[in-house]
């Protein structure tokens, strides 16, 4: 005898709730608002095939073996960037240090930490919005990246921001602000204006390097911060 949909339900809903007690690894949840039929929401943590992925992670794994400057034999890992592709939201910095040379992940050490806690201030997930830099790998001594070494690389940030099409751009530091807007411009003659790169804004700011070398000067924190009030405006964050 064929039982009824809402007693084959139960029998699964009982069945999931005994596998997740005992802690199986391979239940997911999801997140839905009511009853959901089972293909009716993707699984939580599932991503998405989409052309802005592929195109995304094509660019990636092309940093990852690059060899098209002399950086690709000094570095660990190359840095490609990470994150997530719907906030609207990306940060760009110069480039890897030592920590993100080890983990290839970009942002990691101290500087990294405090960017996070800039994101996490601003109402996002740091999953939730997109981290890289201009220059893909790590420069000896953390030195400013050379203007060949950011040509070289320069076609591979411009395809990230092609893939995600973000509403904005914050631009960290003098090196990142320099690729997006022409002239030799200071820092801080240009943090606190949006720019326009195509149909992206872009906001220029102190990298977050700059304020752990800096870390008593409240001044210099006030302006980042008002900065990222100018970027949670326009995203509609309050």
């Given at each position: 005898?064929?039982?009824?949909?809402?007693?084959?339900?139960?029998?699964?809903?009982?069945?999931?709730?005994?596998?997740?007690?005992?802690?199986?690894?391979?239940?997911?949840?999801?997140?839905?608002a009511?009853?959901?039929?089972?293909?009716?929401?993707?699984?939580?943590?599932?991503?998405?095939?989409?052309?802005?992925?592929?195109?995304?992670?094509?660019?990636?794994?092309?940093?990852?073996?690059?060899?098209?400057?002399?950086?690709?034999?000094?570095?660990?890992?190359?840095?490609?960037?990470?994150?997530?592709?719907?906030?609207?939201?990306?940060?760009?910095?110069?480039?890897?240090?030592?920590?993100?040379?080890?983990q290839g992940?970009?942002?990691?050490?101290?500087?990294?930490?405090?960017?996070?806690?800039?994101?996490?201030?601003?109402?996002?997930?740091?999953?939730?919005?997109?981290?890289?830099n201009?220059?893909?790998?790590?420069?000896?001594?953390?030195?400013?990246?050379?203007?060949?070494e950011?040509?070289?690389?320069?076609p591979?940030?411009l395809?990230?921001?092609?893939?995600?099409?973000?509403?904005?751009?914050?631009?960290?530091?003098?090196?990142?602000?320099?690729?997006?807007?022409?002239?030799?411009?200071?820092?801080?003659?240009?943090?606190?204006?949006?720019?326009?790169?195509?149909?992206?804004?872009?906001?220029?700011?102190?990298?977050?390097?700059y304020?752990?070398?800096?870390?008593?000067?409240?001044?210099?924190?006030q302006?980042?911060w008002d900065?990222?009030?100018?970027v949670?405006?326009?995203?509609g964050k309050?």
């Amino acid at each position: 005898m064929l039982k009824k949909p809402e007693d084959l339900r139960a029998q699964v809903g009982n069945a999931l709730k005994f596998f997740e007690e005992i802690g199986a690894e391979f239940v997911v949840k999801r997140k839905t608002a009511g009853p959901v039929p089972a293909a009716a929401a993707p699984l939580e943590g599932t991503v998405q095939p989409s052309p802005a992925r592929d195109a995304l992670g094509a660019a990636c794994a092309e940093v990852l073996v690059c060899q098209k400057c002399p950086l690709a034999r000094l570095r660990a890992k190359a840095v490609p960037g990470e994150g997530g592709l719907e906030s609207g939201l990306m940060f760009v910095g110069e480039a890897p240090g030592a920590d993100e040379n080890i983990q290839g992940r970009p942002f990691v050490g101290r500087a990294g930490q405090l960017l996070t806690k800039i994101i996490k201030a601003m109402h996002f997930d740091r999953s939730e919005v997109y981290i890289t830099n201009v220059v893909k790998c790590q420069p000896p001594g953390n030195r400013t990246p050379l203007s060949s070494e950011i040509d070289v690389c320069s076609p591979y940030l411009l395809r990230q921001i092609e893939a995600i099409q973000p509403a904005v751009i914050v631009a960290l530091g003098s090196v990142a602000a320099g690729f997006f807007i022409p002239g030799n411009i200071k820092i801080s003659g240009l943090r606190g204006t949006f720019f326009d790169f195509g149909r992206v804004k872009v906001m220029p700011t102190f990298h977050p390097s700059y304020l752990v070398r800096n870390e008593g000067n409240r001044q210099i924190k006030q302006a980042v911060w008002d900065d990222m009030q100018k970027v949670m405006a326009l995203l509609g964050k309050k």
